[in-house]
């Protein structure tokens, strides 16, 4: 099995060489990951600039194929598997996500997006988040998981979201399957005045306030309690 990883923290983050490490149980892996941060792109693609590949020799996993890309998430499938692997990947995994990606999130979530362009070209997709301070939980459930979902392809326009709570190992109550994404928010926003500008201009800065609700059976109602969240997400365009 050919797998294509990528994220949109970046090529150097931690979550995507611990992704690397898992995936290498079930086949041969390529790496191409953005250069640099890139999270909340969505599913951006470049057009109108080049998007220039290189040979990254410090990724610290043995025998993987790692590339850095000057463009997005959704560059990085679709050059990856295009133009950088010698033949179309089985599968995309992309994250770990440093961060959960549920609810209305999912729509700015680049982690997200790079899986639709995986979908969208026509490849098995699995988008893998988890929280920012506890990775306990994923190393534990993320191979037994993996080697479920790669089982499990899917209809065109749809992935595979995975997310792990933001807990220590003792306090996860296990895995549950078929979330739906909830329609609720991490945050509410709200944008407050940086900066009056020169010729009536004004600058402002978002703001959002934690509102950790959801609706049961949801994949963030999952992770607000300490579950393992698994679901199917379709693209624009495509219904269940």
């Given at each position: 099995m050919k797998i294509l990883i990528t994220n949109?923290?970046?090529?150097?983050?931690?979550?995507?060489?611990?992704?690397?490490?898992?995936?290498?149980?079930?086949?041969?892996?390529w790496v191409v990951a953005p250069e640099s941060q890139r999270s909340c792109a969505s599913h951006s693609i470049s057009l109108h600039?080049?998007?220039?590949?290189?040979?990254?020799?410090?990724?610290?996993?043995?025998?993987?194929?790692?590339?850095?890309?000057?463009?997005?998430?959704?560059?990085?499938?679709?050059v990856g598997s295009l133009s950088v692997m010698p033949s179309k990947p089985d599968v995309v995994l992309s994250g770990i996500n440093f961060g959960h990606?549920?609810?209305?999130?999912?729509?700015?979530?680049?982690?997200?997006g790079a899986a639709f362009e995986a979908a969208f070209q026509d490849y098995h997709a699995i988008a893998l988040s988890e929280g920012c301070n506890y990775h306990a939980v994923t190393d534990k459930y993320i191979k037994d998981i993996l080697r479920k979902l790669i089982n499990e392809p899917l209809k065109p326009g749809f992935i595979h979201n995975v997310n792990f709570p933001d807990?220590?190992?003792?306090?996860?109550?296990?895995?549950?399957?078929?979330?739906?994404?909830?329609?609720?928010?991490?945050?509410?926003?709200?944008?407050?005045?940086?900066?009056?500008?020169?010729d009536g201009g004004i600058s402002y800065m978002v703001e959002g306030v934690y509102s950790p609700q959801a609706e049961e059976d949801?994949?963030?109602?999952?992770?607000?309690?300490?579950?393992?969240?698994?679901?199917?997400?379709?693209?624009?365009?495509?219904?269940?």
């Open positions: 949109d923290d970046g090529i150097e983050a931690e979550g995507i060489v611990r992704l690397a490490h898992a995936a290498k149980d079930f086949g041969e892996v600039n080049p998007v220039n590949i290189y040979p990254y020799e410090d990724f610290p996993v043995e025998g993987v194929h790692a590339y850095s890309c000057s463009g997005t998430p959704g560059d990085c499938v679709r990606n549920v609810a209305t999130d999912l729509q700015y979530s680049a982690t997200a807990c220590e190992l003792g306090d996860c109550q296990g895995i549950l399957y078929d979330r739906t994404v909830s329609t609720g928010s991490f945050y509410k926003d709200h944008y407050n005045v940086v900066e009056e500008l020169e949801t994949d963030f109602h999952a992770i607000l309690n300490n579950y393992v969240s698994v679901g199917i997400v379709n693209n624009i365009g495509f219904t269940y």
